[in-house]
């Protein structure tokens, strides 16, 4: 017996040194998820393992009680370390039967604070020692407390009011006993045991532990019956996220990745960003019922997910609800299994097992998908579409009514910064971040004619007027003839009434004037990467060349601001549990009024003249009145709306950027991999309605905020269609925008039209 007494006493001496200083585990720190929030700090996403510490006061009794029958009967009476569990763990490994491994609450906390890196030998060793110490520093309420805060319950949650809210929905102590005892069952086995990995494995796991609780006498005969007949409700619960903006979040967490590392997934890293709830949603939103109802939805059904098969004379319902487990949501696009078919209604059952009819008004537009421009015939009754066992796509139209639906197949991307410093607003990168991962708002791809008001203002900086005009006619260099979406030709058009009907020829001929050397550097000074842009092509005029969704409503939050440069911010505050990290300042467009700058903000550099960007804009709203932007003058009827459509070849790639004073918002539409969508597609046919639903909901109650006038501008009565000076009654006309420098003062303004011809050809596809 004396000589068992020294080896064990040898083996404390020759561990102690090894075994963590009191202070590093009463004082654990507790690893904290990455926490990304809007700027009204409500929650975007958690990233990392979730952890929600919690007193010992607000533990629910019952649930200590679980863990204790369950993990340590005896917790409250050995010291730390339970000595006959011990004997009977090493008892029933010699016999080859399991009768427990005789760990302590206390020892698995010993083991939970330290000795990851050990083997499973060195770590048991090192965990008697260390239990008795922890056991003679903190309290039998610390020591639980501190367990159950720090122990992993599976499905990403470490500690048992993160494991309430995971599975359940709730704080801890808004569940019952059998909640308890099926959050105790999990603790073995976390990941295969838990009640969403494995539903029937861990219902009869939590049984065992109200057993337990009953035979220790901590619950009565009939809180057993009751809790044992429960059905447990775990399902997997989000982590309390308030605002979807997935795509938002993985930007942040990339960023801080590249600078922390591992760090950022439990050292409290808090990030506030820039992003307005209210806008974020609208955003989603319009993106997701835009891709749905103005483009997917036109060009036909492209048939059923599935189909469940079912013997004869069984129920279905079963077959279909276990079909169903194989589908998520996606976007507003519910999974179901048609379970009827009527002459012009059908129902379908969801994976909840609740039945829906669909009537015809939700049916009639799904004639079959034959190609991007041909959805045909329209069905005449439901039969033509699905048959009873189908797994088809529905979407809840309003609180009574269910439509079909399908995923869509085109992508998207919208948007949306701050003029006054870049704050991005709102940014959805996709339909569905569970479908697709690509960030479509930082995907280059060409901008179509929504890159021409920087060639237009290219020439205005360089002497040009909106009133002067430009020969719309037959051009050719080599074997390069551009031509205009509409196929024919106007004669000599004003530079105004270029852009606002969005003539291709027009520009062309006006970049073959003013030359890359002049328009890459001007769109540059926008933020365009145009060092990347070829030279001497001049199908940069039409928008060939790639950009990015966020570059666009940066460049025309320039315009909007008056010409002063702000980047794109999305982070605003990073905290960690040292305190705020120190940001880099941020350059606002504070025009005349830079004074009153907070510390860490400096005033943007102009880097256009305020009078060209003011007449650029002017230029811009004659797009929403008279050209591809009417739909929103229509629809919204506000003066303080500008913008440019864009449409690409094919056409591949659609485009619609507006603005404001206060909002600038780029919107994209393409498939990822560049193809058709149709001949009759443009940017007025699906962006612009995207725009549209986005702008109306962040502007609503909002009063016009105008672009301020810049000194040095004057008006002139021009006749609309020539840009020469009209007279006072004359028909046709309107105030044109000039320069002081440039303004008219006779009564021809038309500058020479002429161009000089040359055999150089542009190197790649004119874009329309």
């Not at 709730?170 to 009640?195: G, R, Y």
């Not at 379908?348 to 998908?369: E, S």
């Not at 007025?684 to 016009?704: H, Q």
């Amino acid at each position: 017996m004396s000589g068992a007494v020294m080896v064990a006493a040898a083996a404390f001496l020759y561990l102690s040194p090894q075994l963590p200083s009191a202070e590093s585990y009463r004082y654990v720190q507790l690893e904290t998820p990455l926490r990304i929030l809007t700027a009204d700090k409500k929650l975007i996403d958690e990233i990392g393992i979730r952890r929600d510490p919690i007193p010992y006061e607000s533990i629910p009794p019952m649930m200590l009680n679980a863990v204790i029958a369950s993990e340590d009967p005896r917790f409250y009476s050995h010291p730390g370390v339970d000595i006959r569990g011990l004997l009977r763990g090493f008892y029933g490994f010699v016999r080859g039967i399991n009768l427990g491994g005789g760990s302590t609450i206390t020892m698995q906390l010993a083991n939970n604070i330290s000795f990851d890196d050990d083997n499973v030998y060195e770590r048991k060793l090192k965990e008697i020692p260390f239990a008795l110490r922890i056991q003679r520093e903190l309290s039998k309420e610390e020591i639980i407390t501190l367990y159950l805060n720090l122990i992993y319950f599976g499905s990403g949650a470490d500690g048992i009011n993160a494991a309430a809210y995971a599975y359940y929905g709730k704080p801890i102590w808004e569940l019952d006993i059998h909640h308890f005892a099926m959050l105790t069952s999990v603790l073995p086995c976390p990941s295969p045991c838990n009640p969403i990995a494995n539903p029937r494995r861990a219902e009869t796991r939590r049984n065992v532990v109200l057993t337990k609780m009953y035979e220790q006498g901590m619950i009565t005969r009939t809180q057993y019956q009751t809790a044992i007949n429960t059905p447990d409700d775990a399902r997997r619960h989000s982590r309390r996220i308030e605002v979807s903006a997935p795509y938002v979040a993985e930007m942040v967490r990339q960023e801080l990745y590249r600078d922390y590392g591992e760090d950022i997934y439990r050292k409290g890293f808090e990030v506030t960003t820039t992003i307005l709830s209210e806008n974020q949603i609208a955003a989603r939103s319009a993106l997701t019922n835009g891709l749905e109802n103005f483009y997917d939805k036109r060009h036909g059904y492209r048939g059923t997910e599935g189909h469940v098969s079912t013997p004869a004379d069984t129920d279905p319902l079963p077959f279909y609800l276990e079909a169903l487990e194989g589908y998520s949501t996606a976007g507003n696009q519910v999974p179901a299994v048609v379970s009827a078919v009527h002459d012009q209604s059908i129902q379908v059952v969801r994976a909840d097992g609740n039945f829906l009819t669909i009537n015809w008004d939700g049916l009639r537009w799904a004639a079959p998908f034959v190609d991007r421009g041909n959805a045909w015939p329209r069905p005449q009754n439901a039969a033509e579409i699905v048959e009873v066992g189908d797994i088809v796509r529905i979407k809840q139209e309003d609180s009574e009514t269910w439509s079909l639906g399908q995923i869509p197949e085109l992508q998207g991307a919208i948007v949306s910064v701050s003029p006054y410093n870049g704050d991005i607003l709102a940014l959805t990168g996709g339909y569905d971040f569970n479908v697709s991962q690509v960030n479509r708002a930082i995907t280059p791809r060409p901008p179509g004619s929504g890159f021409k008001p920087f060639l237009y203002g290219t020439a205005l900086e360089n002497g040009y007027t909106p009133a002067d005009t430009i020969n719309d006619a037959p051009f050719a260099r080599g074997d390069y003839r551009p031509r205009n979406f509409e196929n024919n030709f106007i004669g000599p058009v004003t530079l105004r009434n270029a852009l606002a009907t969005s003539r291709n020829i027009p520009a062309v001929r006006l970049y073959d004037q003013l030359g890359s050397e002049l328009v890459l550097p001007f769109a540059k000074r926008f933020g365009f990467q145009t060092e990347n842009f070829p030279r001497n092509d001049l199908t940069i005029a039409l928008g060939s060349q790639d950009v990015q969704p966020i570059e666009m409503a940066v460049a025309f939050a320039t315009i909007a601001n008056g010409g002063q440069k702000v980047d794109a911010t999305l982070i605003k505050e990073i905290k960690t549990v040292d305190g705020l990290v120190p940001l880099p300042v941020q350059a606002v467009a504070c025009g005349d009024s830079c004074e009153s700058l907070a510390f860490d903000e400096m005033p943007a550099p102009q880097v256009v003249d305020p009078r060209i960007t003011y007449i650029m804009a002017s230029m811009m709203r004659s797009v929403i009145e008279e050209g591809s932007g009417r739909r929103v003058n229509r629809e919204m009827n506000r003066q303080d709306l500008m913008g440019k459509t864009g449409t690409t070849n094919g056409p591949a790639e659609l485009w619609f950027t507006g603005f404001n004073r206060d909002v600038s918002t780029s919107v994209f539409v393409g498939f990822d991999q560049p193809q058709p969508m149709g001949e009759n597609e443009q940017g007025a046919t699906v962006p612009v309605p995207i725009w549209i639903d986005y702008m109306s909901a962040v502007l609503d109650g909002k009063p016009e905020s105008m672009l301020e006038r810049p000194d040095g501008i004057v008006d002139r009565l021009v006749d609309k269609q020539t840009g020469k000076i009209a007279r006072p009654g004359q028909a046709n006309t309107m105030f044109e925008l000039f320069m002081q420098e440039n303004a008219p003062t006779q009564t021809e303004t038309a500058r020479p039209n002429t161009l000089e011809e040359t055999d150089e050809a542009p190197t790649i596809e004119t874009i329309f």
